[in-house]
């Protein structure tokens, strides 16, 4: 049974951090692209940002330069380093796991954890 479970998330004030992880279990991890997604009440899900199973990654522009993305394989654990968070990232976090499997695209998702960017 797959299983991805978020932690890490909270209420941070403006300019602060915080690093979420995700741990993964019935997978073989390392074959996953792994991301973050983001929800906001009344807004569409959105990509934050992307690990493929070989290591290169993608951002949203919104958070370029302030978000990293990491993976530890030996841990099957991802995870999301946030730095100088503003308000307009507080939404729910998702962690998704997916891969190509004969040729169509299959993928997990977490329960999601809340994040809160406020003074």
């Known amino acids: 049974q797959v299983q991805l479970v978020e932690s890490g998330g909270g209420l941070v004030q403006p300019g602060g951090s915080l690093r979420l992880s995700c741990a993964a279990s019935?997978?073989?991890?390392?074959?996953?692209?792994m991301a973050w997604y983001r929800q906001a009440p009344g807004k569409q899900r959105e990509l934050v940002a992307r690990?493929?199973?070989?290591?290169?990654?993608t951002y949203a522009d919104s958070v370029k330069g302030r978000f990293t993305i990491s993976r530890d394989n030996a841990k099957n654990t991802m995870y999301l380093q946030m730095n100088n968070l503003k308000p307009e990232d507080t939404a729910v976090y998702l962690c998704?796991?997916?891969?190509?499997?004969?040729?169509?695209?299959?993928?997990?998702w977490g329960q999601g954890i809340q994040v809160t960017v406020s003074s």
């Open positions: 998704n796991a997916g891969r190509r499997v004969s040729g169509v695209w299959r993928d997990q």
């Open positions: 019935g997978i073989m991890f390392s074959r996953y692209d």
């Open positions: 690990i493929i199973s070989g290591g290169s990654t």
